[in-house]
């Protein structure tokens, strides 16, 4: 059930990022929520409800947006199954793990894409896209995570104390 | 812990396994999976709503907009409307006269009319890498694969893929796309790509060290051209130089068409594609 809405969500947070947000950019440049709504969930829910996150929302932007299913498809997977088991014993409501993680992995996102999609293609200008890009992202993404991560924290935490309570009450 | 990394190492193998061979299998497809089309008919109608509420925002900032600019807007569009009347009646005029002719030299019409699908535009690609954007018409309204899109100012790019009730569409400004074109001025041929390090322009590229480009020349779609048809006006040239490699001589176009506030395109319905031969003399053989 619980994977039900997920995927839910998920659809929800792609269709508001792409046909939303994604047309109000700042010198060219959308922070990208789907990212830090995958990662916010790896971190407070753990590496497998990340990564069935990840593989949903890489599986939507691939079939709607690029020439071949695949590649942010492993991208976002690959990230939020990092994210969610190398934060599984920390510390939630500090302020620097969702920036720390966001910075992080939208870091590894353009590089993997740079490398998978660019530098293989032949284009060798990595400094361009490194400026005109990766740069402006981060900072974007670091201010959109702080928004998804500590509206996110308290609903999911809500809704584990009343599952908790349901159980209790059962037994 | 051992266990714990050979957990991690093989839900990383997996992955990468899985992602490639989804990669291959689904490489340059023209229309969209069965799921794919499934989760459309949830997903489009939302899309819809969702790209008409920020249309409307977009047109509320917009309002807020200073009156200078708005009069200063105005002065310049009155003196545009009147250049484009004078030129009008020209080219009317020049149509008239270009009748006659064809009428002299019985020659076929050889700019066929167009049959147009207007669609909007419902979300545009996440990410910043590519420019590619979904619209809200596809299959069933009789879209398919490489048709070009325009709007009333120029060439925006083709169909990439075609899905029930939706079309994904690539712009020319996309890093993928190269449009064989030519200039008005005086038809050398030229080749228009997308590039990927500037905004919202792309590169111009000839092989003919004799050819005659200015600064200035308007750039349209040649006959060369295996989905476009000839004529379509894509872009004016703004500098030469950049990245050109020695063999090839490359200035940047900035394309007609504005990119950043695209909301309504249209679609050229009629196929223009050439089919390849071998195909061709296989139906004649039937």
Known sequence: ??????????????????????????????????????????????PGKGL??????????????CEY???????????????????????????????????????IYNVLFYVINVFLKGYIHGEVFLLKIVLPETVCNAIAILFVYFTLLPVYEFLDSRSKKYVNKVV | MKKLLSKKRWIITLLVIISV??????????????LEDTLAFVIVPLQNAGSSISRGIGNITSRF???DALSEENRILKDELLSARAEVSR???????????????????????YEVQGAYIISKDPGNWYKSFTVNKGSSSGIKKDMPVITDQGLVGKVSRVGVNYALVTSIIDDSEAVTSKSLRTGDICYVNGTFSKDDTCIMQYYDDKADFVVGDEIVTSQLS???????????????????????N?????????????????????????????????????
């Not at chain 1, 830090?36 to 790896?42: D, K, Q, R």
């Not at chain 2, 989905?227 to 090839?248: C, D, K, L, M, S």
């Open chain 1, 1 to 46: 059930m619980e994977f039900v809405v997920l995927f839910i969500v998920n659809i929800l947070v792609f269709i508001l990022q792409s046909s939303v947000v994604s047309h109000f950019e700042i010198m060219g440049i959308t922070a990208n929520l789907m990212l830090m709504f995958v990662i916010s969930t790896a971190i407070i829910k753990g």
């Open chain 1, 52 to 65: 069935f996150c990840g593989i949903v929302m890489g599986l939507l932007q691939d079939f709607y947006f």
């Open chain 1, 69 to 107: 299913v695949g590649c942010n498809f492993f991208i976002y997977a690959l990230i939020a199954y990092i994210a969610g088991t190398s934060c599984k014993n920390l510390v939630k409501d500090n302020i620097f793990l969702p920036l720390i993680c966001s910075v992080a992995s939208t870091l």
């Open chain 2, 21 to 34: 061979v989804l990669a291959v299998f689904t490489y340059n497809r023209a229309t969209g999976s069965k």
């Open chain 2, 65 to 67: 907009k200073g009156t």
């Open chain 2, 91 to 113: 080219l009317r005029m020049l149509e008239e006269d270009t009748r006659k002719l064809e009428a002299l030299l019985q020659m076929s019409d050889n700019y066929p009319d």
């Open chain 2, 226 to 248: 295996k989905i476009y048809p000839a004529g379509i006006r894509i872009g004016y040239i703004t500098e030469f130089g950049g990245e050109g490699n020695g063999t090839v």
């Open chain 2, 250 to 286: 490359s200035g940047l176009i900035s394309p007609a068409v504005n990119f950043k506030n695209l909301s309504y395109v249209l679609i050229l319905k009629n196929n223009f594609e050439q089919k390849p031969i071998e195909e061709t003399t296989e139906t004649e053989s039937k």
